[in-house]
């Protein structure tokens, strides 16, 4: 079955400090994708980033990057020189291959950021 | 309209009632969900569509029903509103291939059952 783990529930940090969320995934599937959304204060989901299982490159994108390894099935995202603007709940989410059981994707319980001027 | 709205934006309900949530999507996206989102279990998948004329059960079906008659629309429906319902629900869409596949969210709606 599927499980994703954030294990850290909140984490705090004070700006400019570089911080990482972690996410370890299970699943049978060999390929399969995974997933970073961001929900601020005011409640929306705001997608990150989307990772197929059979691309292990690690992604930057400005201040924020993910580091993929299959081999201890983590997904972790950094955040550098953080900023007040980061706080926010993070999800990391696993989603199977859709050619074979269906679209569906599992979430984690997410990780609290607060970030301190 | 421009990605996904949901309707109500929030709802007060009595146990025992019938709620349908609205969702509509104008990118054409061929698959949606209905999360609900609970504080310290996150997003949990209730249903989603592949494509119009099908639905499938997600992690926590019991109580909930879709249907998916067109591309567009995905209601959600509370046949008999119980206290547990109580949350907040997404709906979101995503055009599922293995190139591109990004995954947009409702504004949610915020639901208590009393």
């Known amino acids: 079955a599927q499980k994703v783990t954030q294990a850290q529930t909140e984490i705090s940090v004070v700006e400019k400090e570089d911080v990482t969320l972690d996410c370890v995934y299970e699943?049978?599937?060999?390929?399969?994708?995974l997933f970073w959304y961001k929900q601020p204060p005011s409640g929306e989901l705001v997608f990150l980033i989307r990772?197929?299982?059979?691309?292990?490159q690690n992604e930057i994108s400005g201040r924020y990057s993910w580091n993929f390894q299959k081999s201890t099935s983590s997904f972790n995202f950094t955040i550098t020189a953080s900023q007040v603007v980061d706080s926010a709940v993070y999800f990391c989410a696993l989603s199977e291959d859709p050619n074979t059981g269906g679209f569906k994707t599992i979430f984690g319980a997410g990780t609290r950021l607060f970030v301190k001027a | 309209i421009a990605g996904i709205t949901q309707a109500p934006t929030s709802q007060i309900l009595a146990a025992g009632r019938r709620m349908t949530l609205r969702c509509t999507q104008d990118?054409?996206?061929?698959?949606m969900y209905w999360y609900r989102q609970d504080l310290g279990l996150g997003l949990r998948l209730i249903h989603y569509s592949n494509t119009a004329g099908t639905t499938g059960k997600g992690e926590v079906p019991d109580g909930y029903s879709v249907s998916r008659a067109n591309t567009d629309d995905f209601p959600l429906t509370l046949a008999s509103a119980v206290p547990s319902q109580t949350s907040v629900y997404f709906c979101?869409?995503?055009?599922?291939?293995?190139?591109?596949?990004?995954?947009?969210f409702g504004p949610g709606t915020r639901l208590t059952v009393l």
């Open positions: 979101a869409s995503t055009h599922r291939d293995r190139s591109c596949d990004t995954q947009y």
């Open positions: 990772r197929n299982s059979f691309d292990e």
């Open positions: 990118m054409r996206h061929n698959a």
């Open positions: 699943t049978r599937d060999t390929t399969y994708y």
